[in-house]
């Protein structure tokens, strides 16, 4: 079973909760049921034709989307699976990615896949910092350079996006079995079976203001600029 298929058949219970708003952002995505959910929008054309016919009908319809090879499609799938993961997690703490990747990534190796605001923090206090981004910035690596450097890294912390691109298995068998794993980002279910698949910690946000976060990703923010939003670590 794959890891899109074992998160899917993990929430099937809960999926009965009907769909009551969906919402495509420029940047973000939200699906509300149960909670709200947020997955990142990976910018590729989509219209609201693709969801509108999901509203009053049970999560599961849409979560299937989950599955698809389609980047957004898959976005849309799984901010319906947050939408009813979020509201179940257990045994969150109040913490950020950032201040667990300095705790665990002092003086070691780390790999960011993914551009995060907070790259530059990082640089002074480990060993070695590598970014990898699809679309490169200034400093970044090339996602193709992965196979190179992961296997030497101490501590990775990959964006949850991974999941809907489908990349997921690959990057992970890069990563050395001692590498600490952190999955990050809005996209991130807050979900144990992802344990399974060698992830360390969960990097999510639970949703403490519907009805305005939803307008806020309606109106093209970006996750940082969420006001109302717990950001929260599961941890193995």
Known sequence: MSVKSDILHNTNEFLDQKVTRIVLGERLIAVQSKGVGLASSLRQKS??????????????????????????????????????????????????????I?????????????????????????????????????????????????PFCDLVALTATVLMNGTF???????SPRAYKIMLGPSTPLTPVLWDYGIDALAGCLITDAETTLDAVASGVSFRELANVRRVLMLK
Not at 76 to 85: T, W
């Open 47 to 100: 219209t609201d034709q693709m969801v509108s016919g999901f509203l009053g009908r049970s999560v599961t319809d849409l979560a299937n989307y989950f599955l698809t090879d389609i980047p957004q499609k898959s976005g849309i799938g799984l901010a319906a699976i947050n939408s009813i993961l979020a509201p179940l997690a257990q045994n969150v703490v109040e913490e950020n990615a950032t201040s667990l």
């Open 102 to 150: 300095l705790k665990k990534g002092v003086g070691n190796n780390v790999a960011i896949i993914g551009h995060f605001p907070f790259v530059n923090i990082l640089k002074k206090d480990v060993a070695n910092l590598y970014v990898f981004e699809l679309d490169p910035q200034a400093g970044d690596l090339p996602a193709k350079e992965m196979p190179k450097y992961l």
């Open 169 to 175: 298995e690959t990057v992970m068998n890069f990563c």
